[in-house]
């Protein structure tokens, strides 16, 4: 293995930290900002817009560039927009250092994963991905309980100063170690979507979309839901984040073997059902139980549900790349634009249940969504194999 490889996925673990640690910080920087926790939710969903965005729009744009100063200029781009929300005096500036964050996050994740292919060869395409994806894994397990950890000590601030300092030394890092002139292929928007025609990927781009909407509708606001719900103190927050992050690197690394033995479609579905399940009990639980209990529930819950919810990202990728193989560059990198659209709809749609409902209403609303993943992956999977029959009859 290259090891330079690793540099990139510090890479994504420093920018995917941003994206998961808002959880934790939205009722701090909802008082100090003098809103409500539902809009400071507008935050995440900036930022996941701007990712969402960024990653197609930026790349079709600098394609062709030096991939060395693209990765670094878009990381010191994110350094500046970290600094800008730690030095922000209003909701707005925080709002504008979202989308500069985003789209610079965007840019840097479908860069790295190009050029980690370049690096790797293309016999080693999955596994140079998979290792710089691996840095968004290690955001959830890791990243995000220490922000939220430098939160309880310095402040929401502290958060972003921290994440501005480790931005800095991987630019730094990456400057240093990756090679001159290796340059992009320059590939116009309608080339880069052109890949959703392709037979299994539209489908399995919308059960990306749901599942990621449902999830993130208990996610993002995980405080709330912890505090006001559950009755657990904000010092619960970095325990509560630990525990779903390890779930996610077990959930994370045991995909794999579990797709390869035993399907990554019988993967997917066991995580969509897996997910209504976590839904269900975590509204039901925050209804029925005392506050003690409901409190020991969420705590209990939180490590299956890490396992569950991140046994999903990489059986989907194997599932999305096995529809197209030749331009699974491309279908990555619109699978993950799927996932942060996602993120995005799930935080303003949690928002929303949050104005109008209580926080341990959230997951009622939240098992809608994998519901429909199921009936979209099902009648996916039905038209793939009509589509085989024909193409054996003729």
Not at 10 to 24: A, I, K
Not at 74 to 93: K, Y
Not at 112 to 126: D, F, I, N, W
Not at 219 to 241: H, N
């Given at each position: ?131 710089v994806v691996g840095g968004t894994t ?167 549900w890490g396992i569950v919810g991140w ?84």
């Amino acid at each position: 293995m290259d090891k330079r490889l690793i540099w990139l996925a510090v890479g994504s673990f420093t920018m995917s930290t941003v994206g998961f640690v808002f959880s934790s910080l939205l009722p701090s920087i909802a008082a100090d900002t003098h809103t409500t926790i539902p809009r400071a939710g507008h935050l995440i969903t900036l930022f996941a817009l701007s990712y969402a965005i960024g990653a197609p729009l930026l790349s079709a744009l600098a394609g062709a560039a030096d991939r060395r100063r693209l990765l670094v200029a878009a990381m010191l781009t994110f350094v500046v927009g970290n600094c800008i929300a730690a030095t922000s005096i209003s909701f707005a500036t925080l709002l504008f250092a979202q989308i500069v964050m985003g789209m610079a996050s965007g840019l840097f994740a479908a860069t790295a994963q190009a050029t980690a292919v370049s690096l790797a060869g293309a016999e080693h395409r999955a596994l140079a991905i998979s290792i710089v994806v691996g840095g968004t894994t290690f955001a959830v397990a890791l990243g995000a309980p220490l922000g939220a950890l430098i939160a309880a000590f310095w402040g929401w601030r502290g958060t972003f100063g921290a994440i501005a300092l480790l931005g800095l030394s991987c630019a730094a890092v990456l400057w240093l170690r990756l090679p001159r002139g290796l340059s992009g292929t320059k590939l116009t928007m309608s080339e880069r979507f052109g890949a959703i025609g392709r037979p299994g990927v539209a489908s399995s781009l919308s059960v990306t979309f749901l599942y990621l909407t449902g999830g993130f509708m208990i996610i993002s606001y995980l405080a709330p839901l912890a505090i006001d719900g559950a009755g657990l103190s904000q010092l619960a927050l970095p325990g509560l984040l630990l525990a779903f992050g390890v779930g996610a690197v077990i959930g994370n690394l045991s995909s794999g073997y579990l797709a390869d033995r035993l399907g990554a479609t019988r993967v997917v579905t066991a995580s969509l059902i897996s997910a209504l399940v976590v839904s269900l009990m975590i509204a039901t639980g925050l209804h029925l139980l005392t506050r003690d209990l409901a409190g020991l529930l969420l705590i209990g819950i939180m490590v299956p549900w890490g396992i569950v919810g991140w046994a999903f990202p990489p059986a989907q990728a194997s599932r999305i790349v096995g529809f197209a193989p030749e331009v699974a560059h491309l279908t990555l990198s619109l699978n993950a634009s799927a996932i942060y659209l996602g993120i995005a709809t799930g935080t303003a749609i949690g928002g929303r249940v949050l104005e109008n409902t209580a926080a341990a209403d959230l997951g009622f609303f939240a098992a809608l969504f994998p519901v429909a993943s199921l009936a979209v992956l099902y009648a996916g999977l039905r038209s793939h194999r009509r589509r085989l029959a024909t193409v054996a009859a003729e």
